[in-house]
């Protein structure tokens, strides 16, 4: 089980570490006007997107639920951690969105949004990693 719950954690990081730089990049693409900037950052978004974040999504989810169901792990914060995790994977497919307004130049936010669109995945990491390391119910 250490060996699946170790993957679990790693891809779990993977995943977290596109979820806090993509809406960064959005953040600055937001702000660009030369051509240049924008076609680079529509290049570094789909990497990010499609080869890091997809990938460390679906392997975080598949060993998770391989802990889950291989263990019999059972209990309240299991239940609010998978309903988070169902959040989370909202905010990912809503980036998805937002990299395809972009990809298409007809995204309508403002820096600011983003700004503030980056937080909220900050808030899902502390809510679940409380949940399923301290177990409060
Ligand atoms: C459907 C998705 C997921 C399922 C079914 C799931 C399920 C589980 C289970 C059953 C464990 C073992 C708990 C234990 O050993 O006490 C675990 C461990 C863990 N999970 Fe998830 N998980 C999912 C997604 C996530 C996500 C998105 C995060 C990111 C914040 C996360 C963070 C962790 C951490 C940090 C541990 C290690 C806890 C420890 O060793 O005390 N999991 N997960």
């Known amino acids: ?5 170790a993957l679990h954690i790693v891809f779990m990081v993977t995943w977290f570490a596109g979820l806090f730089y993509l809406p ?9 006007t030369d051509p240049t900037s924008i076609e680079r950052f529509k290049v570094m978004e ?7 974040m997809a990938p ?11 802990l ?19 959040v989370l994977v909202g905010y990912h497919l809503w980036c ?3 990299l395809a307004d972009f990809r298409a130049d007809r995204n309508t936010h403002r820096h600011v949004w ?24």
């Open 1 to 5: 089980m250490l060996w699946v719950k």
């Open 24 to 32: 960064r990049l959005f953040v600055y693409h937001a702000q660009s």
């Open 46 to 52: 789909r990497k990010l997107y499609y080869g890091i």
């Open 56 to 66: 460390g999504a679906l392997l975080t989810i598949a060993f998770g639920l391989w």
């Open 68 to 86: 889950w169901l291989g263990w019999g792990f059972a209990g309240g914060w299991l239940h609010a951690k998978i309903a988070l995790v169902a």
């Open 96 to 98: 998805g969105r937002l």
């Open 114 to 137: 983003f700004r503030w669109f980056n937080e909220f995945p900050v808030l899902l990491l502390f809510a679940i990693v409380i949940l399923v390391v301290v177990k409060p119910f």
